[in-house]
């Protein structure tokens, strides 16, 4: 990556700005040509270990591994020059310790060329968090619904429901950006505590079935392009249905080959078109 392809790039002091300002827009890519196309139009790429459900097809992101998110971060960092881009540490990655922590880190951020990693938790993961940003790697927090713990959780639900429940998300919040977290993804909690939480805390927030009120908003592209249809999330909003094109599309040249109307003259090398009388 060249240092005129890295100034060009949203950087993480100027998104931390953005608090109460313009919303970020943020999308996930896992791909060189999405992160292409994406670029121009978002502020920010997350690298979402959802990629193991959206990408390989696994029941979770649980089995995805720190390879996996380096391939594709280092994918989507070549393919992109202006927005900034944010690799997830995948479970067990940075649960151990603060250091078994930087170190995934350290390998994310000299391997890929990203400006950030995200990790998830709350008041457990604060002294992680103080310890990387000390240590210049800037980090994107994320609390709510934290998919990794799903079989804590007890599956992919909204959670804050109670008084207690939001006060305890509350207090991860907190705890995330006091520790030095630049940004904060709140996920699939109630709208009042993701508006709560985004007036309490001093950096940006990111919601995905948080709030309007959110400082952005971050979208799997898959859900929002139609392309997964596994299931729809409550919060998915989709902007085109592509997996129906896709599959028409795949109709059509299934026919054309089976007629043998394709390849034509023109899709060949050399061959004659047939005389015309």
Partial sequence: MSASNLTARQSVPALRARKGGEPIVCLTAYTAPVARLLDPHVDLLLVGDSLGMV????????????????????????????????????????????????????????????????LEGGLEMAETVAFLTARGIPVMGHVGLT??????????????????????????????????????????????????????????????????ACDGQVLVTDDMLGLFGAFQPKFVKRYANLGETVGEAAATYAAEVRARAFPGPEHCFGMKKAATV
């Fill in 55 to 118: 990408v390989y097809g696994l029941d979770s992101t649980l089995p995805v591994t720190l390879d996996m998110m380096i391939a594709h971060g280092a994918a989507v960092v070549r393919a992109s020059e202006r927005a900034c881009v944010v690799v997830d540490l995948p479970f067990g990655s940075y649960q151990e310790s603060k250091e078994v922590a930087f170190r995934a880190s350290a390998r994310v951020m000299a391997e890929t060329g990203a400006q950030a990693v995200k």
């Fill in 147 to 212: 998919p990794q713990s799903v079989n804590t959780l007890g599956g992919y639900k909204a959670v804050g429901r109670d008084a207690e429940a939001a006060e305890r998300i509350a207090a991860d919040a907190c705890a995330i950006a006091e520790a030095g977290a630049f940004t904060l993804v709140i996920e699939g909690t109630m709208e009042a505590l993701a508006r709560r939480i985004t007036e309490e805390v001093a950096i940006p927030t990111i919601g995905i079935g948080g709030s309007p």
